[in-house]
């Protein structure tokens, strides 16, 4: 019976480790549809301000395929939830079943043992009972089988009270679990239904924006056409400042070098210099502080803070098709619509290397980090100038409001040296 006891704790005991461990997955996942369904909302609040005068615009339908995104990652994280708890309820269908079988059992031995003890006492009195022995020893075995018997009555007993506590606790978890089962299959539902909806009002902004084909076409090839000069001065701008890097490192590595042949000249003229006991100084590539601002910055991959308080990434990195004609556009950074007149803040410490009005990106902000580089474009208000040094979360200008759309967008690049990166990858997401 004790092993019995001993087996029934050890399971109980496993239940609970791997419904904890579920319980952080299930909370791992509601803090992440949270995140979604608050950008859900603000993708809404969005699509609320674009006016009717501008209803089926490609800004329009941005804002739309960035919400069914979000809304489709939303209802697979709702499946995954969904499969926890259905994994849970299983769980706790098994186990409460073997705690009614366990208790059943308790019940029955418990009762046996009443029984047996009732027809024992009815025969014999416990004291008449150890008297009756025909040794000391006996008497003594007797009396311990007496206490024995006494302990293993109250332990039963509390076995079934324990028993029935934690079968009347699954019961509650039970019904909890199945109540949060059917809220989220209703949810889930809804967000399907919205989801049908935001589709065909999507292939309405198609339909519609096909029609301007000719139109359109031109001003996309004219704004990939001012894509690429921007790329051109940012490569400009950042191999300058390599070189210019590398410039002072050199002119350092000199300056030490002499100051050092200066203090140790001690070989007669014209003789050739001995290294012995010298120190030699190595070139760096490019100056320490900056060595230390890059790697600091190389750390903070995946954490680095958005460049606008409140965004929807509506167009990202990289080569991609476009949603209504047959033209494929590369992005070398990502678009994020926001608030008109939303602030622009700098992602890390550094310094502003570059300001200056671009066609088609208005003001653009280039900020340096070590051999990183940061570009923040679409801008219609400057805050900063070339040489200042900034702090991250420092504000550093405003985002330009399109009159087309009545949105505001920020265009907004990261460069590792000449190398153009995904902005998307270093800035702070749960998705």
Known sequence: MR?????????????????????????????????????????????????????????????????INTRQKVISNMSKELELLNAQINENDDIIGALQ??????????????????????????????????????AYNRMRYLQRLAEFRLRQAE????????????LTELNEKKKAQQNLIAEQTGQ???????????????GDLKKQEKTLTVQIRKYEEQAVALNDEIEKVIKWEIAEAKRKAEEEAKRVAAEDAKKNNTEPAGSKPSTAG????????????????????????????????????????????????????????IDIKTNANAHVKAV???????????????????????????VYSKLEKVNVKVGDQIKAKQIIGSVHTDEESSLSELHFELWQGTNNLNPALWIYTTQ
């Open 192 to 206: 399907k239904q919205i989801l049908d909806k935001e589709r065909t009002q999507t292939n309405q902004i198609v």
């Open 159 to 170: 076995l079934i009270r324990e028993t029935m506590a934690s079968l009347s606790q699954k």
């Open 101 to 138: 079988k366990d208790l059943d059992l308790l019940k029955k031995q418990y009762a046996e043992m009443l029984y047996f003890a009732y027809k024992h006492n009815s025969k014999y009195s416990d004291v008449a009972f150890i008297f009756s022995a025909k040794t000391l020893s006996q």
């Open 348 to 374: 890390f410490d550094g310094q502003v290397v570059d300001v200056r009005f671009m066609p088609g990106y208005h003001q653009v902000i280039m900020v340096k980090h070590g051999d990183y580089f940061t």
């Open 278 to 333: 010298k120190t030699t100084t190595p070139m760096p590539s490019v100056p320490a502080i900056d060595a230390k601002l890059s790697a600091s910055f190389g750390l903070n991959k995946g954490k680095l803070p958005w460049p606008v308080d409140n965004g929807v990434i509506v167009k990202s990195f990289g080569l991609q098709n476009h949603p209504v004609y047959t033209i494929q556009t590369n992005n070398r950074g």
């Open 3 to 67: 092993s019995k006891a001993l087996l029934l704790l050890a399971a109980f005991l496993l239940f609970s480790v791997c419904m904890v461990a579920q319980g952080q997955d299930r909370n791992a996942l509601e803090k992440k549809r949270k995140k979604l369904e608050s950008d859900i909302k603000r993708n809404r609040e969005l699509l609320d301000k674009i006016g009717e005068d501008k209803k089926n615009s490609l800004s329009q339908l941005e804002l739309l395929l960035s919400q």
